[in-house]
């Protein structure tokens, strides 16, 4: 059974359509793609894969379960974490934080143990703080874990975004332009990063990326999108050398 | 069968006065997109204005008119430069604790001045009471109604077919944008205020002759109601805040006709959660949606 | 044997150096005021203020909670605080119950009921933000005025043994003044400690989160209403805690003590003590309770004043200087002292 299996999906915002018609299908394991030019519906599609928007057709199943009209919490309590295209971290809360909020589902005590400050409450904050530091260490944050989170240069906020994200423990991790803003190095040290989370992790990603380099090198299948429909499915290859999506890409 | 007509026609009394003032608070929302928490104080500030104009300063009335509503007017765009121009950046919070501050220095101003007593006003206006079959229409609900209609028209027609009309709409849909066609944001967005504030001393004017009696917390509770209306209606929609406020008028109007006094007011705050429980966008808001 | 264990293992962390200094601090601050209120080496006028400063604590620290570490605005604090002082004047004008415990009981009812209120109000309107919420949470404050004034309230028997039953306009009088500087010290430690705690929580990292970016924190798992609940109602224990103080403080009280104003005196101590800062809070509470007191004279400008005061208070937040001051070594030292406790 797929991981993730999209079954014609489609949203429409007033009389614009935004997605239509889309199917997708996503094994486990694997790294997808997804590209299309600006305004094809790429991140509406990560809204709606996360209860952001509500779909107006069709079906989303996760490991078969079907999760159109659950929340946003609840589908990340089932396994889908995301990063945003306009970063959104904790701004106001430091690195370290950032990473052991995400936790909060999966190491708990209660509100009482808390205040009261009852062993428990210091067995489990330290348990948080050695998986965040591990997270972090993955993305070598963990020299900067006390910095605040806006304090971080721009690359290393992206990437902070992904440590949180993955702190959820998800089964799918949805990455919205990952390397927006990243330069050469900083692109291949990310897509590094990337197949060492998938690899370590076990988990299953799909990203949106307009740099076709950081696609090309490690993404295993991708969907493209135009106008909200599919394009073209295929590996690297086949999608890159298709004359419709240069087109689409480039104009006549 | 008299009563409810009589209802009714009170409703769009109050209602009209409500939506002068939901103008005010869409316009600056559409614009600025924040609550002008103080705009209902300028409705107090208005009537006070008048009084001091016709009776301690004994003006010809159209010329106290005239110089309470311009005194509004400008009061709108000092407001808008002193205390919500440095937060344009800021997050909303600041901007909804400063607007607080505003709304409470208006309140406390007046207060200080005029002290807390209530004041007594004659109405200035002259009309006599209309009396069609068995229902008697009093001189100033004849006014309110009329004077509201033609502020509406005016208003519509300045915003569709004006070019600082269209300056507004441009600056309301994408700031950025309209800067680049080389609109005058800051100029557009005082012009904004002025106007709100314009139409919340034509409120002031007409409530305090309704209810011919002045105190410093006298724009509060409209002021409120006014934002429930224009929320009703649909935040950032002009006709939007028109038939919000008409609509609240009748509710209040038949609540306090028909269930009581002291719960219309918890109703109408009722109404406001409904409305943002069920259709935040109210009655012809549009969509906004939230860049993800 | 496991049993054993559990007993014989102290909680290392719990007791550190700093919490046993920290121990002592509250002890011997405690006995300084003792000291001061005991031996008559503070005047009246000064005595008479030890409730009430404490009473601003609560409610500021509660307030805190809710506007500067969830970000929302609430301008019906005060009506909790209402709630909390009728519910235990009630309480300790029908039950007949030797003193201490009367009161302790008197001061959970009225902490109870306010949260009971918090929660039954939040529900729905939680949902809220920004703006919509601010407003809807002043109609709350000012609802619950009204029912107080529109309800009739039991005032405890008289001397023939009959219910006297008063009109809520008149308020409520003849209550016992338990309060004292004891009752209010232990009062306002526990709920610094307790909000203190809170905010280092996993719980308080949520809160947080929601402030900084909502979306990204449902992004994340958090089921935003929830928690947006739990620091609503919490907040409102405090604050019915406040109220069952300070209407013990004095033998009398009404409605109108609860209004608009004194929401917007407590938003005036968070916004001064700095949002999200605890130390802040305690420190703009006391020096607010006290000032007006000092500064008579200019009682009638004292609200004008507050008002100014959130408006550049905003605009200073957010404008260069401040980033500028940040940015300085020397003034970072001494902002450092205040920040221990964010």
């Known amino acids: 059974m797929a991981l993730l299996e999209i079954k014609n999906l489609g949203i429409s915002f007033g009389g614009l359509r935004a997605v239509d018609d889309v199917n997708m299908k996503i094994e486990k394991g694997q790294l997808y793609g997804l590209i299309g030019p600006n305004g094809a519906g790429k991140t509406t599609l990560f809204n709606l894969l996360t209860g952001v928007y509500q779909p107006t057709d069709g079906t989303i199943l996760l490991d078969g379960i079907n999760i159109v009209g659950k929340s946003t919490a609840q589908i990340s309590v089932a396994g889908i974490g995301r990063t945003f295209q306009n970063i959104r971290l904790f701004k106001k809360m430091t690195v370290l934080d950032n990473v052991k909020v995400a936790l909060h589902n999966k190491v708990k005590y209660s509100l009482l143990e808390g205040i009261l400050r009852l062993p428990s409450y210091f067995e489990k904050e330290k348990v948080m703080d050695e998986e965040a530091r591990n997270i972090l260490k993955v993305f070598d944050l963990d020299g900067e874990e006390n910095y605040y989170a806006s304090n971080l240069p721009y690359g290393k906020q992206r990437k902070l975004e992904i440590a949180r994200a993955l702190a959820t423990n998800p089964k799918l991790l949805l990455l919205d332009e990952p390397a927006a803003g990243m330069n050469p190095n900083e692109t291949a040290e990310l897509m590094d990063t990337i197949r060492l989370v998938r690899d370590k992790y076990d988990i299953t990603i799909l990203l949106i990326e307009h740099d076709m380099k950081l696609v090309a090198g490690i993404c295993e299948q991708i969907l493209v999108l135009n106008f909200g429909t599919e394009l073209a499915n295929g590996t690297p290859e086949e999608v890159l050398n298709n004359p419709a999506v240069i087109t689409a890409y480039l104009g006549e | 069968m008299v009563n409810i007509i009589e209802q009714v026609i009170n409703g769009f009394r109050t209602g009209s006065i409500y939506a002068l003032i939901a103008l005010g608070y869409t316009m600056v929302y559409g614009i600025a997109k924040m609550i002008n928490f103080a705009h209902g104080d300028i409705i107090m500030v ?16 159209i010329v106290a008119v005239l110089f309470t509503i311009g005194l509004c007017a400008l009061l709108g765009m000092m407001i808008e430069r002193i205390a919500y121009k440095p937060l344009r950046k800021a997050p909303p919070l600041a901007v909804l604790i400063t607007a607080i501050g505003v709304s409470f220095f208006l309140q406390n101003a007046s207060l200080l001045i005029f002290k807390a007593n209530p004041i007594k006003f004659q109405s200035i206006v002259k009309v006599k009471t209309i009396i069609i079959g068995d229902v008697a229409i009093a001189g100033i609900t004849v006014v309110t109604l009329v004077v509201t209609l033609v502020s509406m028209i005016i208003l519509t027609l300045f915003i569709n077919k004006t070019k600082a009309g269209s300056a507004m709409r441009a600056v309301s849909e994408d700031k950025g944008a309209a800067q680049l066609m080389g609109i005058n944001v800051n100029r557009t967005i005082s012009m904004t205020f002025a106007i709100g504030s314009a139409l919340a001393a034509v409120a002031g004017i007409l409530f305090l002759c309704q209810y011919q009696s002045l105190k410093p917390t006298m724009g509060a509770l409209p002021g409120i109601k006014a934002f429930v209306a224009a929320v009703l209606g649909g935040i950032g929609s002009v006709p939007g805040a028109m038939l919000g406020g008409i609509l609240l008028g009748l509710i209040e109007s038949i609540s306090k006709a028909y269930i009581s006094t002291q719960l219309s007011d918890a109703i109408v705050f009722g109404v406001l959660i409904l409305v943002l429980l069920l259709k935040p966008t109210g009655l012809l808001g549009k969509k906004r949606i939230e860049k993800v | 044997m496991r049993t054993d264990k559990k007993v014989i293992r102290k909680p290392k962390q719990l007791l550190t150096m700093k919490n046993l200094l920290t121990l002592t601090i509250i002890i011997a601050v405690y006995l300084m005021i003792a000291a001061l209120v005991e031996f008559h080496i503070l005047n009246r006028q000064f005595t008479n203020l030890i409730v009430p400063i404490g009473a601003n604590i609560i409610l500021a620290v509660s307030l805190n909670l809710v506007t500067g570490f969830l970000g929302e605005l609430s301008l019906g604090h005060a009506g909790f605080m209402a709630i909390g002082a009728f519910t235990s004047a009630i309480f300790t004008l029908n039950v007949n119950m030797p003193g201490n ?21 939040g529900v729905p309107v939680l949902r809220l933000r920004g703006d919509y919420l601010a407003i809807v949470t002043l109609g709350f404050g000012e609802i619950i005025r009204s029912i107080i004034n529109a309800i009739s309230l039991p005032a405890g028997l008289d001397k023939a043994g009959k ?10 009088s003849g209550i016992t003044t338990y309060s004292n500087y004891t009752w209010v010290y232990i009062a306002v430690i526990i709920t610094i400690i307790a909000c203190a705690n809170l905010v280092k929580s996993r719980h308080g990292r949520v809160i947080c989160s929601i402030r900084d970016n909502y979306i990204a924190a449902e992004s994340i798992g958090i089921h935003v209403s929830r928690f947006k609940i739990m620091a609503f109602v919490f907040a409102a224990f405090f604050a019915g805690v406040a109220g069952a103080l300070y209407g013990h403080n004095y033998s009398n009280i009404k409605a109108t003590d609860f209004g608009y104003d004194k929401s917007i005196d407590i938003l005036v101590f968070v916004v001064l003590g700095g949002m999200g800062n605890i130390k802040g809070s305690v420190i703009a509470a006391i020096i607010l309770t006290v000032l007006p007191e000092l500064l008579r004279s200019a009682q009638d400008y004292r609200m004008l004043m507050y008002a100014v005061l959130l408006i550049a208070m905003m605009i200073f937040n957010s404008s260069e200087l401040k980033t500028r001051m940040q940015e300085s070594d020397k003034l970072s030292r001494i902002t450092r002292l205040f920040k221990l406790s964010k």
Do not use: Q
């Open chain 3, 101 to 121: 415990p009367e009161f302790f009981l008197a001061i959970i009812i009225g902490g109870s009921v306010a949260a009971l209120f918090g929660f039954l109000i």
């Open chain 3, 163 to 172: 219910l006297i039953v008063k009109k809520g306009t008149m308020g409520l």
């Open chain 2, 46 to 61: 208005g009537a006070y204005a008048l009084y001091v104009f016709i009776v301690l300063l004994k003006l010809p009335v």
